[in-house]
T-cell receptor, first 114, second 114 residues
Framework: DVKVTQSSRYLVKRTGEKVFLECVQD?????MFWYRQDPGLGLRLIYF???????EKGDIPEGYSVSREKKERFSLILESASTNQTSMYLC?????????????FGSGTRLTVV | DAKTTQPNSMESNEEEPVHLPCNHS???????IHWYRQLPSQGPEYVIH???SNVNNRMASLAIAEDRKSSTLILHRATLRDAAVYYC???????????????FGKGTLLTVNP
Protein backbone atom coordinates (compact mmCIF):
# COMPACT_ATOMS: atom_id res chain seq x y z
CA ASP A 1 0.00 0.00 0.00
CA VAL A 2 1.16 3.52 -0.75
CA LYS A 3 1.86 5.60 2.28
CA VAL A 4 2.24 9.07 3.63
CA THR A 5 3.89 8.95 7.02
CA GLN A 6 3.91 11.77 9.50
CA SER A 7 6.63 11.54 12.10
CA SER A 8 4.51 12.14 15.19
CA ARG A 9 0.88 11.45 16.03
CA TYR A 10 0.83 13.76 19.04
CA LEU A 11 3.19 16.60 19.91
CA VAL A 12 3.28 19.09 22.79
CA LYS A 13 5.52 22.13 22.46
CA ARG A 14 6.06 25.34 24.38
CA THR A 15 5.31 28.82 23.10
CA GLY A 16 8.29 30.24 21.26
CA GLU A 17 9.85 26.88 20.39
CA LYS A 18 10.87 26.05 16.85
CA VAL A 19 8.83 23.06 15.72
CA PHE A 20 9.47 20.68 12.84
CA LEU A 21 6.72 18.46 11.46
CA GLU A 22 8.01 15.82 9.09
CA CYS A 23 6.20 14.04 6.30
CA VAL A 24 7.53 11.24 4.09
CA GLN A 25 5.85 9.57 1.11
CA ASP A 26 6.94 6.40 -0.65
CA UNK A 27 5.03 6.85 -3.91
CA UNK A 28 7.48 9.03 -5.88
CA UNK A 29 4.85 11.78 -5.97
CA UNK A 30 5.87 15.22 -7.16
CA UNK A 31 3.23 17.18 -5.23
CA MET A 32 3.18 17.46 -1.46
CA PHE A 33 0.92 19.55 0.76
CA TRP A 34 0.49 20.69 4.34
CA TYR A 35 -2.98 21.41 5.72
CA ARG A 36 -4.24 22.27 9.16
CA GLN A 37 -7.66 21.31 10.43
CA ASP A 38 -9.57 23.14 13.13
CA PRO A 39 -13.15 22.63 14.38
CA GLY A 40 -15.57 24.77 12.44
CA LEU A 41 -12.92 25.86 9.93
CA GLY A 42 -12.30 22.63 8.07
CA LEU A 43 -9.05 21.88 6.25
CA ARG A 44 -6.99 24.86 5.19
CA LEU A 45 -3.92 24.74 2.97
CA ILE A 46 -0.73 26.12 4.50
CA TYR A 47 1.94 25.39 1.85
CA PHE A 48 2.51 23.06 -1.03
CA UNK A 49 5.36 21.95 -3.22
CA UNK A 50 5.36 20.49 -6.71
CA UNK A 51 9.03 19.76 -7.03
CA UNK A 52 12.15 19.48 -4.94
CA UNK A 53 13.17 22.87 -3.54
CA UNK A 54 10.00 24.46 -4.89
CA UNK A 55 7.26 25.76 -2.65
CA GLU A 56 4.14 27.83 -2.95
CA LYS A 57 2.05 29.54 -0.30
CA GLY A 58 -1.38 28.22 0.40
CA ASP A 59 -4.23 30.08 2.05
CA ILE A 60 -2.74 30.52 5.52
CA PRO A 61 1.10 30.56 5.32
CA GLU A 62 1.72 33.15 8.05
CA GLY A 63 3.85 31.81 10.87
CA TYR A 64 4.98 28.77 8.88
CA SER A 65 7.74 27.84 6.49
CA VAL A 66 8.51 24.63 4.62
CA SER A 67 11.45 22.69 3.31
CA ARG A 68 11.68 20.14 0.52
CA GLU A 69 15.25 19.00 -0.01
CA LYS A 70 14.33 15.53 -1.23
CA LYS A 71 11.39 14.41 -3.29
CA GLU A 72 9.99 12.08 -0.65
CA ARG A 73 10.19 14.46 2.33
CA PHE A 74 8.27 17.68 3.03
CA SER A 75 8.81 19.46 6.33
CA LEU A 76 6.60 22.08 7.95
CA ILE A 77 8.39 24.50 10.27
CA LEU A 78 6.84 26.67 12.94
CA GLU A 79 9.56 29.25 13.49
CA SER A 80 8.21 30.35 16.88
CA ALA A 81 5.25 28.31 17.99
CA SER A 82 2.23 30.13 19.35
CA THR A 83 -0.91 28.86 21.05
CA ASN A 84 -3.03 29.71 18.00
CA GLN A 85 -1.04 27.11 16.07
CA THR A 86 -2.50 24.36 18.21
CA SER A 87 -4.20 22.23 15.59
CA MET A 88 -4.30 18.97 13.66
CA TYR A 89 -1.73 19.05 10.85
CA LEU A 90 -2.22 16.87 7.81
CA CYS A 91 0.28 16.10 5.07
CA UNK A 92 -0.74 14.84 1.61
CA UNK A 93 0.86 13.92 -1.69
CA UNK A 94 -0.25 13.41 -5.28
CA UNK A 95 1.16 12.79 -8.75
CA UNK A 96 2.02 15.93 -10.72
CA UNK A 97 1.55 14.55 -14.15
CA UNK A 98 -1.93 13.22 -13.50
CA UNK A 99 -3.92 16.13 -12.23
CA UNK A 100 -7.07 14.08 -11.89
CA UNK A 101 -5.30 11.67 -9.59
CA UNK A 102 -6.37 11.38 -5.98
CA UNK A 103 -4.47 12.67 -2.99
CA UNK A 104 -3.09 10.40 -0.30
CA PHE A 105 -3.16 11.83 3.21
CA GLY A 106 -1.20 10.95 6.29
CA SER A 107 -2.89 10.21 9.62
CA GLY A 108 -2.13 13.65 11.00
CA THR A 109 -0.11 15.21 13.81
CA ARG A 110 -2.06 16.74 16.65
CA LEU A 111 0.08 19.62 17.88
CA THR A 112 -0.59 21.35 21.18
CA VAL A 113 1.31 24.54 21.96
CA VAL A 114 1.27 25.45 25.66
CA ASP B 1 -12.23 28.36 -7.67
CA ALA B 2 -15.64 26.95 -8.41
CA LYS B 3 -17.51 26.21 -5.20
CA THR B 4 -19.57 23.28 -4.02
CA THR B 5 -22.58 23.17 -1.72
CA GLN B 6 -23.36 20.16 0.47
CA PRO B 7 -25.82 19.56 3.30
CA ASN B 8 -24.21 19.90 6.71
CA SER B 9 -25.37 16.49 7.86
CA MET B 10 -27.27 13.39 6.81
CA GLU B 11 -28.41 10.29 8.55
CA SER B 12 -28.78 6.76 7.29
CA ASN B 13 -29.53 3.29 8.57
CA GLU B 14 -27.10 0.45 8.32
CA GLU B 15 -27.34 -1.65 5.15
CA GLU B 16 -29.45 0.95 3.37
CA PRO B 17 -28.25 2.99 0.38
CA VAL B 18 -27.07 6.54 0.97
CA HIS B 19 -27.20 9.34 -1.57
CA LEU B 20 -24.98 12.29 -0.72
CA PRO B 21 -25.74 15.33 -2.89
CA CYS B 22 -23.41 18.08 -4.07
CA ASN B 23 -24.27 21.21 -6.02
CA HIS B 24 -21.66 22.91 -8.17
CA SER B 25 -23.54 25.28 -10.43
CA UNK B 26 -20.42 27.26 -11.46
CA UNK B 27 -18.44 24.21 -12.56
CA UNK B 28 -16.21 24.74 -15.59
CA UNK B 29 -15.45 22.32 -18.39
CA UNK B 30 -12.03 21.47 -16.95
CA UNK B 31 -13.21 20.76 -13.39
CA UNK B 32 -13.11 17.20 -12.19
CA ILE B 33 -15.50 16.27 -9.37
CA HIS B 34 -13.66 14.60 -6.50
CA TRP B 35 -15.04 13.01 -3.36
CA TYR B 36 -13.09 12.38 -0.19
CA ARG B 37 -14.16 11.20 3.20
CA GLN B 38 -12.65 11.63 6.62
CA LEU B 39 -13.21 9.05 9.30
CA PRO B 40 -12.92 10.16 12.94
CA SER B 41 -9.32 10.87 13.99
CA GLN B 42 -7.92 10.12 10.54
CA GLY B 43 -6.76 12.05 7.48
CA PRO B 44 -9.07 12.38 4.48
CA GLU B 45 -9.32 9.40 2.17
CA TYR B 46 -9.91 9.51 -1.59
CA VAL B 47 -13.23 7.95 -2.57
CA ILE B 48 -13.93 8.58 -6.24
CA HIS B 49 -13.75 11.17 -9.00
CA UNK B 50 -15.33 11.82 -12.38
CA UNK B 51 -15.66 14.34 -15.19
CA UNK B 52 -18.86 13.72 -17.14
CA SER B 53 -19.85 10.06 -16.97
CA ASN B 54 -21.05 8.12 -13.97
CA VAL B 55 -18.27 6.23 -12.22
CA ASN B 56 -18.16 3.11 -10.06
CA ASN B 57 -15.45 1.69 -7.87
CA ARG B 58 -15.29 -0.70 -4.95
CA MET B 59 -16.12 2.03 -2.45
CA ALA B 60 -18.93 3.96 -4.10
CA SER B 61 -20.63 5.22 -7.24
CA LEU B 62 -20.66 8.76 -8.55
CA ALA B 63 -23.65 9.98 -10.51
CA ILE B 64 -23.09 13.22 -12.42
CA ALA B 65 -25.97 15.27 -13.77
CA GLU B 66 -26.09 15.81 -17.50
CA ASP B 67 -25.43 19.55 -17.12
CA ARG B 68 -22.70 18.76 -14.53
CA LYS B 69 -24.15 21.30 -12.10
CA SER B 70 -24.71 18.64 -9.46
CA SER B 71 -23.50 15.19 -8.52
CA THR B 72 -24.39 12.46 -6.05
CA LEU B 73 -22.14 10.08 -4.20
CA ILE B 74 -23.88 6.76 -3.68
CA LEU B 75 -22.95 4.28 -0.98
CA HIS B 76 -24.88 1.18 -1.94
CA ARG B 77 -25.10 -0.38 1.52
CA ALA B 78 -24.04 1.81 4.38
CA THR B 79 -22.10 0.27 7.23
CA LEU B 80 -21.13 1.75 10.57
CA ARG B 81 -17.62 2.20 9.17
CA ASP B 82 -18.98 4.61 6.57
CA ALA B 83 -19.78 7.19 9.26
CA ALA B 84 -17.55 10.10 8.28
CA VAL B 85 -17.43 13.61 6.85
CA TYR B 86 -17.77 13.47 3.06
CA TYR B 87 -16.25 16.23 0.96
CA CYS B 88 -17.19 17.10 -2.60
CA UNK B 89 -14.39 19.07 -4.28
CA UNK B 90 -13.87 20.50 -7.74
CA UNK B 91 -10.39 20.22 -9.15
CA UNK B 92 -9.41 22.32 -12.15
CA UNK B 93 -6.89 20.49 -14.29
CA UNK B 94 -6.40 23.13 -16.95
CA UNK B 95 -3.58 25.07 -15.36
CA UNK B 96 -0.22 24.54 -13.76
CA UNK B 97 0.86 23.28 -10.40
CA UNK B 98 -1.19 25.67 -8.31
CA UNK B 99 -4.35 24.18 -9.79
CA UNK B 100 -3.49 20.81 -8.38
CA UNK B 101 -4.31 21.79 -4.82
CA UNK B 102 -7.53 20.65 -3.19
CA UNK B 103 -9.74 23.20 -1.48
CA PHE B 104 -11.95 21.59 1.14
CA GLY B 105 -15.34 22.90 2.18
CA LYS B 106 -17.22 21.89 5.32
CA GLY B 107 -18.51 18.62 3.88
CA THR B 108 -21.44 16.47 4.97
CA LEU B 109 -21.33 14.61 8.26
CA LEU B 110 -22.88 11.20 7.65
CA THR B 111 -24.27 9.37 10.65
CA VAL B 112 -25.09 5.68 10.22
CA ASN B 113 -27.55 4.18 12.66
CA PRO B 114 -27.33 0.49 13.58
Amino acid sequence: DVKVTQSSRYLVKRTGEKVFLECVQDMDHENMFWYRQDPGLGLRLIYFSYDVKMKEKGDIPEGYSVSREKKERFSLILESASTNQTSMYLCASSLYSRANYGYTFGSGTRLTVV
Amino acid sequence: DAKTTQPNSMESNEEEPVHLPCNHSTISGTDYIHWYRQLPSQGPEYVIHGLTSNVNNRMASLAIAEDRKSSTLILHRATLRDAAVYYCILRDVSGGGSNYKLTFGKGTLLTVNP
